[in-house]
């Protein structure tokens, strides 16, 4: 099974001497071909970062990143904004839909930037609307349609182009518990059927029982693992025992 993701040894630290901040520490993680992999940690355990960091959004203070084999230190500013167009899809909390285009237009954008044939483009935006469930609404703006409609578009906006890989930061944080879990049904789904690699970084324990495997940080350093072993409701369970025993504001973590 091929490395999607190979992360090792990566540090990243903020601010000047004196008053250095170690975010992340020393961590190491794959993700291989066909995982959906869930973040977990408290608020300022470093998950972000690490989503920041695999995205080429932020820069490590050492170590390596490799997507697809390709280390992602050794690219310069105009080869990281390609390869983020092309080997990574995003989902984000609050959508970043354009209101000003179409469902449909939101949806193909990828495809339109890379100058894919008009035929291509249809076909596969339909295609991927269907999916997600959303086929019927891909005439509509996004200020016509439901929160999870709109996440909906935005996981379809972020696979349509076929990336390596899927990192969706907090993506149900804004909606309802039924729009969530529709999403997430959506993402899992995606995964076991399609293969889609996904690395979900969420502070939602229900969010997180979706993935396949948990990887939980706090302080900057990995502090465990858990694999899905059985029903969703029972990995839920030992989720929440982690992160009991992690300690810290479980209001957040919840």
């Known amino acids: 099974m091929n490395?999607?993701?190979?992360?090792?040894?990566?540090?990243?630290?903020?601010?000047?001497?004196?008053?250095?901040?170690?975010?992340?520490?020393?961590?190491?993680?794959?993700i291989k071909e066909g995982e959906f992999v869930g973040i977990m940690g408290p608020s300022g355990a470093g998950k972000t970062t690490l989503l920041n960091l695999v995205a080429t959004i932020d820069r490590p203070t050492s170590g390596s990143i490799k997507v697809d084999g390709i280390e992602l230190a050794r690219?310069?500013?105009?080869?990281?904004?390609?390869?983020?167009?092309?080997?990574?899809?995003?989902?984000?909390?609050?959508?970043?839909?354009?209101?000003?285009?179409?469902?449909?237009?939101?949806?193909?954008?990828?495809?339109?930037?890379?100058?894919v044939k008009a035929p291509e483009i249809k076909r596969r935006g339909y295609e991927t609307a269907?999916?997600?469930?959303?086929?019927?609404?891909?005439?509509?703006?996004?200020?016509?349609?439901?929160?999870?409609?709109?996440?909906?578009?935005?996981?379809?906006?972020?696979?349509?182009?076929?990336?390596?890989?899927?990192?969706?930061?907090?993506?149900?944080g804004a909606l309802d518990s039924k729009s969530s879990a529709e999403l997430l049904q959506c993402l899992s789904d995606l995964n076991e059927t399609y293969g889609v690699n996904i690395m979900l970084v969420t502070h939602d324990a229900f969010a997180a029982s979706y993935c396949r495997?948990?990887?939980?940080?706090?302080?900057?350093?990995?502090?465990?693992e858990l694999v899905k072993a059985g029903p969703r409701k029972e990995f839920f369970q030992k989720i929440l025992d982690v992160l009991a025993v992690m300690g810290g504001d479980n209001r957040d973590l919840i």
């Open 75 to 115: 690219m310069n500013d105009e080869q990281l904004a390609s390869f983020r167009r092309n080997k990574l899809g995003f989902i984000f909390q609050d959508f970043n839909l354009l209101d000003t285009l179409t469902i449909q237009e939101n949806i193909i954008l990828p495809l339109a930037l890379a100058n």
């Open 213 to 224: 495997r948990i990887l939980f940080i706090k302080d900057g350093r990995l502090f465990t």
């Open 3 to 30: 490395t999607v993701l190979e992360v090792r040894n990566l540090k990243k630290v903020y601010g000047s001497r004196g008053t250095l901040y170690p975010a992340l520490d020393n961590i190491d993680l794959d």
């Open 130 to 172: 269907l999916l997600l469930g959303i086929e019927d609404v891909l005439n509509k703006y996004p200020y016509e349609v439901s929160g999870g409609q709109k996440q909906r578009a935005a996981a379809a906006r972020a696979i349509i182009h076929k990336p390596s890989l899927i990192l969706a930061d907090e993506p149900t």
